[in-house]
């Protein structure tokens, strides 16, 4: 009696079913991630230096809500992040 044998399994890629699958890849990179999470990060930090600054007492008024922290610091973390977002978006490995 001959003896049976097992097909080989196929271990290479997948060949894609058609011609739209060929040219699909991921957009995104790990860099990519890494970078929009450093954007993240930094919008999360402007809105954190924000807070704070008012008074507890509606009758007494507080000078600090103008200092340089809540009136250009934070701000201009803000838009750093969102900065940093869009080259996240359009990062492409070369």
Same mark, same amino acid.
């Given at each position: 009696?001959? @003896?049976?044998?097992?097909?080989?399994?196929?271990?290479?890629?997948?060949?894609?079913?058609?011609?739209?699958?060929?040219? @699909?890849?991921?957009?995104?990179?790990?860099?990519?991630?890494?970078?929009?999470?450093?954007?993240?990060?930094? $919008?999360?930090?402007?809105?954190?230096?924000?807070?704070?600054?008012?008074? /507890?007492?509606? /009758?007494?008024?507080?000078?600090?809500?103008? /200092?340089?922290?809540?009136?250009?610091?934070?701000?201009?973390?803000?838009?750093?992040?969102?900065?940093?977002? $869009?080259?996240?978006?359009?990062?492409?490995?070369?």
């Amino acid at each position: 009696m001959a @003896k049976q044998t097992k097909p080989k399994e196929n271990t290479s890629k997948t060949v894609p079913a058609n011609d739209e699958e060929k040219g @699909k890849t991921m957009p995104f990179t790990k860099k990519n991630y890494i970078i929009v999470l450093i954007g993240v990060a930094l $919008i999360a930090l402007g809105m954190i230096l924000m807070i704070g600054g008012g008074s /507890d007492n509606p /009758d007494v008024f507080n000078d600090k809500m103008f /200092d340089f922290q809540h009136l250009t610091l934070a701000p201009i973390l803000i838009l750093v992040g969102f900065v940093v977002e $869009i080259v996240a978006i359009f990062w492409k490995k070369k």
